[in-house]
Nanobody, 127 residues
Framework: QVQLVESGGGSVQAGGSLRLSCAAS????????MGWFRQAPGQSREEVAI???????LYADSVKGRFTVSQDNGKNILYLQMNSLKPEDTAMYYC?????????????????????WGQGTQVTVSS
């Protein structure tokens, strides 16, 4: 049984930093296709950062240069380092993983491309 547990959210002022963690059980982070998504109130869930099964990464334009996704293979944890935070980064952040055979056109940018989700961790950035 796969479980993803996010942590590390909180309240920070604009310009600050946070590091989110996604601890996985029943799923191997080092070889998985995983992503970070976020959802603000009244808005759709959107991709933030993707790490493909081959280790390549993809970032939403809104976070490029500020956020970094990484893996700790020994601890089986996926991280999202968030720097230079802005009020518009305020959202619930979710970790996602896909355990199904990876199709050739997998990009990891859509919700349907994942079959496991964490419960989310709230990030609030004040101006």
């Amino acid at each position: 049984q796969v479980q993803l547990v996010e942590s590390g959210g909180g309240s920070v002022q604009a310009g600050g930093s946070l590091r989110l963690s996604c601890a996985a059980s029943g799923y191997t982070v080092s070889t998985g296709c995983m992503g970070w998504f976020r959802q603000a109130p009244g808005q759709s869930r959107e991709e933030v950062a993707i790490i493909d099964c081959d280790g390549s990464t993809l970032y939403a334009d809104s976070v490029k240069g500020r956020f970094t996704v990484s893996q700790d293979n020994g601890k089986n944890i996926l991280y999202l380092q968030m720097n230079s935070l802005k009020p518009e980064d305020t959202a619930m952040y979710y970790c996602a993983a896909d355990s199904r055979p990876r199709p050739p056109d997998w990009l990891g940018r859509e919700i349907r491309e994942y079959n496991y989700w964490g419960q989310g961790t709230q990030v609030t950035v004040s101006s």
